[in-house]
């Protein structure tokens, strides 16, 4: 039973674009949500999180919304960089301190 | 810039060996978590600890894998023996007791177990 879900495994957009990711989730008792991004051989990089509390969240150029009806979060990158060519993860949490729950990620291509 | 600490980077080992791996988490964070990422999956939880404390291992397959905190610093992963399907990338993640729910990653061993 996945908790969390990124249904699209990968995204191509062209440099300078938006870039959207999606992820959905179940357990109405997440109340904490986060990015990670992460290159081949690293560790998940923290990107931006959202508290349940709040529908956005900005820093820089990383948008993150929150749609608690629906169950549903994406993260907006706006422009898109070739740098920002990476897997990226949603995880939720249900309580403070409390394990992260993660979908399965989105690769995310960015060509020049 | 503060970070979590992990060693090896990489491991080979062959199935029935005992492998450990070490983690060391941004100084005063209280607690830390070990994942296991299998190639095209999410991270899965292990086991957290708070302090020396386990707080959730019900993850943890402990007929053959071990977590310690001894002194609430450091952690040592052991798997023994290994099998051929533990083999995945292993991370260490530690986040401040109090505050935000941001945990913050190593750069995780990945184990091949041949």
């Known amino acids: 039973d996945q908790q969390v879900k990124q249904n699209s495994p990968s995204l191509s957009v062209q440099e300078g674009r938006i870039s959207i990711l999606n992820c959905d989730y179940t357990?109405?008792?997440?109340?904490?949500f986060l990015w990670y991004k992460k290159y081949p051989a690293e560790g998940p990089t923290f990107l931006i999180s959202i508290s349940s509390i709040k529908d956005k969240n900005e820093d820089g150029r990383f948008t993150v919304f929150l749609n608690k009806s629906a169950k549903h979060l994406s993260l907006h990158i706006v422009p898109s960089q070739p740098g920002d060519s990476a897997v990226y993860f949603c995880?939720?949490?249900?309580?403070?301190?409390?394990?992260?729950?993660f979908g399965g990620g989105t690769r995310l291509m960015v060509k020049p | 810039e503060a970070e979590v600490a992990q060693s090896p980077r990489y491991k080979i080992t062959e199935k029935s060996q005992a492998v450990a791996f070490w983690c060391d988490p941004i100084s005063g964070h209280a607690t830390l978590y070990w994942y296991r990422q299998i190639l095209g999956q999410g991270p899965e939880l292990l086991v957290q600890f708070q302090d020396e404390s386990v707080v959730d291992d019900s993850q943890l397959p402990k007929d053959r894998f071990s977590a310690e905190r001894l002194k609430g610093v450091d952690s040592t992963l052991k798997i023994q023996p290994a099998e051929l399907g533990d083999s995945a990338m292993y991370l260490c993640?530690?986040?401040?007791?109090?505050?935000?729910?941001?945990?913050?990653f190593g750069p995780g061993t990945r184990l091949t177990v041949l």
């Open positions: 357990n109405s008792m997440f109340d904490y």
């Open positions: 993640a530690s986040r401040v007791a109090g505050v935000a729910d941001t945990q913050y």
């Open positions: 995880a939720a949490s249900a309580g403070a301190g409390n394990m992260l729950t």
